[in-house]
């Protein structure tokens, strides 16, 4: 097994994760098989009780597993399915170690930090480094390890004194080093900086570790004499020495590796160079020059509690992009605060409820997105009540397609109030309730959660055909709650059709308004298995709603590759922030602002 490790310097947000599953994209095109982990250093056990706003969104693995969004970025680069244990955290290691000191594994031994810490960690990459992720028999060639955080971080020496122990362990040829790097650029002088690099690089060495290559994150490439100046003092080969420069979307990063040969350094340093073949990126090529040339836009309205910071719904944002490239439309995403749509903020901030008003109606289709707690459900039921009254195209997924049951509920059936137990207990009408194996004590790990199966009971429905004829489809969840299955009937008389369940048909996953052009909720979460290139299909349906297209992509059963002739393309996704009726961001490039203009928005 090699492995090539990604850590970063001088300041968070610099982009390692797209660099490391750029890194992977390159290794796999010369025809390796790429596997990854993501180490983060803090204490909590996994992503699944932190604030989306702390860390972005919790992205759901097929196992269950709750996990830090940088593994949706893997999975979506390198078309993987990973594991709960390819995200380790300081919480498991050290979990791990004091559930085998209480069970007597030490012999009695003092339980340090060097040691059995740092054996642990070794152990874990180890052991994970050979599941196959790719579908394949056997393990993969290559492990990519991203270390959170940055270089002299307290909560990450432990990790750093391990990685330091595991590339003397494995030996020369098997490890590479890249390390991510800031090259700021003072606007006094206009001159490109090195002296934070190589502090960086300095405290690197100084930890046991001596990076191979050097990432340096710009905003323009860099100049010769700059790579020079970090080639000597940084003790690195000025080959080695490659520009990550701003780019209208990361999708140009395997690009940017490949034009200055980063793949041949880190074949060099894995002793790989003989087997490897050239990077065959063809089809990356093609998907990034469409992306880049599209012009005609399309809108959509995401109505949710956490739009202060894009991160928060990234593969829900990543999924759109996919699906808008595939129908030739340059997405826009119109950020509601859901609570702006509500009556008292039209009597508190009157302009903030007009504003997020003309952005709805504004909008060529809605999304809903998942959450959790009752802060902005008045105004995402208001939001599901104007698309489906006005037919306007609609996605609600998890708690947003409860929310479409729950509007259906008071407009359709005149139960005025009806509604989740989550909101209010008390409801004589409840249409979506507590899930019998949930727990209402323990916060993490305790909801429905990972890869389960939905089954299509209409056959004729347009998620169906959106799935290929599909008679299922297995799709991840993350949810507590679900709808009433003693209210179906109700809902069914009145023209809402539950078209998937699980296989005890008590348990419904999607819902369709057939006299609708495109009104779909589905319970799991199908964002969060989008591709670049193939994208979900329900999202899929939604822009091909919101552009005019359905029904020829209805006519292929929802194969993207047989949507539209292989043309050219330009878009930058416009990303606008609204809160409070203030626009708060604006990242015209990526829609993770990674490698858009400078506007890095990952933690």
Request: with cysteine; aromatic share 8%; charged share 20%.
């Amino acid at each position: 097994m090699k492995y090539v490790l990604v850590t970063g310097g001088v300041v968070s947000g610099l982009g390692k994760g797209v660099t490391a599953s750029s890194v992977g994209v390159l290794l796999k095109a010369c025809g390796l098989r790429v596997t990854s982990i993501k180490i983060d250093p803090y204490l909590n056990t996994d992503a699944g009780t932190m604030s989306p706003f702390e860390h972005g969104e919790v992205f759901v693995l097929d196992d269950g597993g709750e996990v830090d969004l940088d593994l949706g970025n893997y999975e979506r680069f390198l078309d993987v399915k990973l594991t709960r244990d390819n995200n380790i955290t300081t919480g498991k290691i050290y979990q791990s170690v004091l559930d085998k000191e209480r069970r007597g594994d030490y012999l009695g031994k003092t339980v340090q930090v060097v040691p059995h810490i740092t054996d642990a960690i070794q152990e874990w990459i180890e052991r994970v480094a050979m599941i196959p992720v790719d579908g394949k028999e056997g393990p993969a060639d290559v492990c990519v390890i991203e270390l959170g955080g940055t270089i002299g971080d307290i909560e990450s020496m432990p990790f750093i004194e391990a990685l330091g122990q595991f590339s003397y362990h494995v030996g020369p040829g098997n490890f590479c080093l890249i390390h991510v790097s800031l090259v700021p650029v003072l606007n006094v002088v206009g001159e490109q900086k090195t002296k934070p690099t190589q502090h960086s690089v300095r405290g690197l060495r100084g930890l046991g570790l001596t990076p191979n290559i050097l990432a340096c994150r710009s905003t323009k490439a860099l100049n010769e004499n700059v790579k020079a100046k970090l080639s000597q003092f940084c003790h690195v080969p000025v080959e080695n020495v490659v520009t990550l420069y701003d780019v209208p979307n990361i999708w140009h990063i395997p690009l940017l590796l490949r034009d200055q040969k980063a793949h041949e350094a880190i074949l060099k340093g894995l002793n790989l160079l003989g087997v490897a073949g050239e990077p065959d990126l063809q089809d990356w090529i093609t998907r990034t020059r469409v992306y880049d040339v599209l012009h005609e836009t399309v809108k959509i309205a995401m109505v949710g509690k956490y739009t202060g910071l894009s991160d928060s719904y990234l593969s829900v944002l990543k999924a759109l992009l996919h699906a808008s490239v595939v129908c030739r439309r340059k997405l826009v995403v119109e950020w509601v605060a859901a609570g702006d749509l509500e009556d008292v903020t039209a009597k508190e901030a009157p302009d903030v409820y007009k504003n997020a008003w003309n952005l709805l109606k504004g909008s060529d289709g809605v999304v809903v997105p998942g959450g959790f707690g009752d802060r902005g459900v008045q105004g995402k039921i208001i939001a599901a009540k104007y698309a489906r009254e006005n037919k306007v195209p609609f996605l609600g997924i998890c708690l947003g397609m409860q929310i479409a049951v729950i509007e259906f509920a008071q407009s359709i059936l005149g139960l005025h109030d009806a509604n989740s137990t989550e909101f209010d207990p008390q409801t004589s009408h409840p249409c979506v309730i507590f899930m019998p194996e949930g727990s209402k004590t323990h916060m993490g790990g305790t909801m429905r959660l990972g890869s389960r199966r939905t089954y299509f009971k209409v056959p004729n429905c347009k998620s169906a055909k959106l799935y290929g004829n599909a008679n299922f489809v297995d799709e991840r969840h993350r949810h507590r709650y679900e709808v009433n299955p003693d209210m179906v009937p109700q809902f069914e008389n009145a023209g809402l059709s539950f078209v998937g369940s699980d296989e005890t048909g008590r348990r419904m996953e999607v819902i369709e308004l057939p006299s609708h052009p495109y009104f779909v909720g589905a319970q799991f979460h199908p964002e969060f298995k989008s591709r670049p290139g193939k994208p979900s299909a329900l999202f899929l349906g939604l822009i091909a709603a919101a552009s005019g297209q359905l029904d020829a992509v209805l006519q292929n059963y929802g194969n993207a590759s047989k949507l539209l002739p292989n043309g050219m393309s330009n878009g930058k996704p416009i990303v606008k922030s609204y809160q409070n009726g203030n626009a708060i961001k604006s990242s015209n490039g990526s829609l993770n602002g990674v490698y858009s203009n400078g506007n890095g928005v990952h933690h």
